[in-house]
């Protein structure tokens, strides 16, 4: 289907070697834990780089510094570097951990971008660490040139961390050996209220061992404790080679906080000593932002601005509408009201969505959220932590909110739309169709579910017949929370024709294997 053959090309392989050579101070050894940032020499990017957001025309570029440092990025169309162009960023300082991100605009559409990081000393611009490398394509111009992306969800979850004896975070090492346009991570990026043990004997008697660091052995709490959970995943070599050559486009949902939170929660949970949520979240929500490039979320002057929620064009045939099914939802509850206007996205977010939906003219509308819709995905012995509910009868709670939207798409004429998500901890297709639903006045779709990518495997959930799903394939493990040495981990994969405009649907197993693939037709309102 698509336009490329999978794996890197001789240009990325060298920068894959470039970014690795740059960063050989991380090893996977032992039960190893965060190097201690230097006190002398010149700064260094030990942690990798990544770019996020990317467009036809734009991307941010992504570093942290070991010391104060500003950040300068070159770009260039070849590896040589030369007439390339130099984009000054940020000053890097403790205000943000160190980080910083810088904007790239005015980029050739369609094109290989090479791109080095540089930190120089602030007190003496001469005196600079050694370049760290990387690369990514821009979205097209065309249609014809086609797109191919993969994502999942769900890494460094319930005490499955970077284990050492298994080479790491494997199944990023897959993704990037397709060479995928770039990679949609669909929430729970981190585990902030996952602690990591040392080892943990599996049910067969091996020993399964954990790469750990002090932020990772509590809750976290405090705002240097959050950022240590994204550091961690930025230890395993996998995600860093992978990160230097395939783009991102990041969401959120509970982990990144603690789970199943929602706005306004007080904590009955004796491992925090802080019980306002909301507090948690505003630290969380500021170490996302210093971690993660993100187009509309930055961290600046020491505090975090903007919103998750976003729509990322990727060319003409592709919009990428990133929701945000956390920061503005109601308290997690049966889910049984009548009348429920707040639901999972909030007011505002709705109407947002109705109206770039509208405004779309790609030929795929790829709806990435951060939890599925018909999965009843419960919170304790009484309440919903996602939408479905389990009553198989007329939308109630946060179902309201989808069923207008679902009606939105439908009577607006809006083309090309389907779900991704991942967030359940197994990979699953399903078909809704309104012959099949309580709820009628709709459109069919399709909802494709993957992940873990790095974590714990559960048993499959049940199916609320609201909207009439259809789970036409799934993988699943039988018991819960099966370790990644027992279990594959998985991630999906998408690719869109630049000829026939067709988009094909995998869903992967680490391994290599193709569990599934379903082909859907461009120009229709349902399919």
Request: glycine letters at 10%.
């Given at each position: 289907m698509s336009h490329r053959t999978p794996g890197p090309s001789p240009a990325r392989r060298s920068v894959l070697r470039g970014s690795l050579a740059a960063s050989a101070a991380f090893t996977l050894g032992g039960a190893a834990t965060a190097p201690a940032l230097a006190l002398s020499g010149r700064p260094r990017a030990a942690w990798g780089v990544q770019t996020g957001d990317v467009t036809a025309s734009s991307g941010l570029v992504w570093v942290r510094s070991d010391r104060p440092a500003r950040m300068i990025v070159e770009t260039s169309a070849s590896e040589s570097f030369r007439r390339g162009r130099r984009h000054y960023g940020p000053l890097l300082g403790p205000g943000s951990d160190f980080t910083g991100t810088t904007a790239l605009r005015g980029l050739?559409?369609?094109?290989?971008?090479?791109?080095?990081?540089?930190?120089?000393?602030?007190?003496?611009?001469?005196?600079?660490?050694e370049p760290v490398v990387g690369t990514f394509?821009?979205?097209?111009?065309?249609?014809?040139?086609?797109?191919?992306?993969?994502?999942?969800?769900?890494?460094?979850?319930?005490?499955?961390?970077?284990?050492?004896?298994i080479g790491g975070f494997r199944a990023y090492e897959e993704m990037r050996r397709l060479d995928p346009d770039f990679f949609l991570c669909s929430g729970d990026t981190i585990y902030a209220d996952g602690p990591l043990q040392p080892s943990v004997t599996l049910p067969d008697g091996r020993i399964w061992r954990n790469v750990t660091t002090p932020e990772k052995s509590k809750v976290a709490e405090t705002l240097d404790e959050y950022r240590g959970n994204f550091r961690y995943n930025l230890l395993d070599h996998n995600v860093r080679a992978?990160?230097?050559?395939?783009?991102?486009?990041?969401?959120?949902?509970?982990?990144?906080?603690?789970n199943n939170w929602y706005p306004g929660q007080i904590l009955d949970d004796p491992?925090?000593?802080?019980?306002?949520?909301?507090?948690?979240?505003?630290?969380?929500?500021?170490?996302?932002?210093?971690?993660?490039?993100?187009?509309?979320?930055?961290?600046?002057?020491?505090?975090?601005?903007?919103?998750?929620?976003?729509?990322?064009?990727?060319?003409?045939?592709?919009?990428?509408?990133?929701?945000?099914?956390?920061?503005y939802r109601n308290a997690n509850s049966p889910g049984r009201q009548a009348d429920d206007t707040t639901g999972i996205l909030g007011e505002g977010q709705l109407a947002w969505l109705k109206r770039e939906l509208s405004r779309s003219r790609a030929v795929w509308k790829v709806l990435a959220a951060d939890m599925p819709l018909g999965l009843v995905v419960p919170d304790g012995a009484a309440n919903i932590e996602a939408i479905a509910q389990g009553d198989p009868g007329v939308p109630l709670g946060r179902e309201l909110q989808i069923a207008e939207l679902l009606r939105f798409v439908k009577h607006r004429g809006i083309t090309g739309t389907l779900w991704l998500t991942a967030d359940v901890h197994y990979t699953s297709a399903q078909h809704y169709a309104p012959e099949r639903a309580a709820f009628q006045d709709f459109?069919?779709?399709?909802?494709?579910?993957?992940?873990?990518?790095a974590a714990g495997g559960f048993p499959a959930n049940k199916l609320d017949a609201t909207f009439g799903p259809e789970r036409v394939f799934v993988r699943a493990p039988e018991r819960a929370n099966v370790s990644p040495m027992e279990s594959p981990q998985y991630f999906g994969e998408v690719d869109i024709d630049g000829g026939s405009g067709e988009l094909t649907v995998r869903l992967r197993a680490e391994g290599g294997t193709v569990l599934f693939s379903k082909v859907l037709q461009p120009g229709r309102v349902g399919q």
């Open positions: 050739p559409a369609g094109e290989q971008i090479h791109y080095r990081v540089t930190l120089a000393d602030p007190d003496d611009p001469r005196r600079t660490g394509r821009t979205a097209p111009a065309r249609r014809r040139d086609g797109v191919r992306f993969v994502w999942s969800g769900d890494i460094a979850g319930q005490g499955w961390g970077i284990n050492p004896d992978f990160n230097a050559q395939v783009p991102s486009i990041v969401q959120w949902d509970d982990h990144e906080v603690r491992r925090y000593t802080e019980k306002d949520v909301d507090v948690l979240a505003a630290r969380a929500t500021r170490a996302f932002g210093e971690y993660f490039p993100v187009s509309t979320l930055h961290a600046r002057g020491g505090g975090a601005e903007g919103r998750m929620h976003r729509v990322v064009r990727y060319g003409p045939l592709l919009d990428v509408f990133v929701l945000d099914m956390r920061s459109a069919p779709f399709w909802e494709f579910v993957s992940g873990p990518l």
